[in-house]
Nanobody, 117 residues
Framework: QVQLVESGGDLVQPGGSLRLSCAAS????????MGWYRQAPGKQRELVALITKSGTTNYADFVKGRFTISGDNAKNTVYLQMNSLKPEDTAVYYC???????????WGQGTQVTVSS
């Protein structure tokens, strides 16, 4: 079992920045990849960014150049630095952990990001 706790969501003006954090606990040694997804009202959940245990990253096209995913192994925490935020970035952001043995997916409870003036 893996537990994920997100934090850092807030109300921010367009052009502003936020940093989301996701703290993992439990069977973290089994995690191969962690990532951030988001879900806006009335829309499907979509991938934002991924980072593997080795540090390889992958981003959705709509956040390239604006968002950065990073990990701190000592703190078992993954971050999402979000810059140049736009109103269309408004969504609930979810942290995900994937364990290849059994193809297990774990999700956090989500953190609300609202971009509005």
């Amino acid at each position: 079992q893996v537990q994920l706790v997100e934090s850092g969501g807030d109300l921010v003006q367009p052009g502003g920045s936020l940093r989301l954090s996701c703290a993992a606990s439990g069977s973290i040694f089994s995690i191969y990849r962690m990532g951030w997804y988001r879900q806006a009202p009335g829309k499907q959940r979509e991938l934002v960014a991924l980072i593997t245990k080795s540090g390889t990253t992958n981003y959705a096209d709509f956040v390239k150049g604006r968002f950065t995913i990073s990990g701190d192994n000592a703190k078992n925490t993954v971050y999402l630095q979000m810059n140049s935020l736009k109103p269309e970035d408004t969504a609930v952001y979810y942290c995900n952990a994937w364990i290849p043995n059994g193809g297990l997916n774990y999700w956090g409870q989500g953190t609300q990001v609202t971009v509005s003036s």
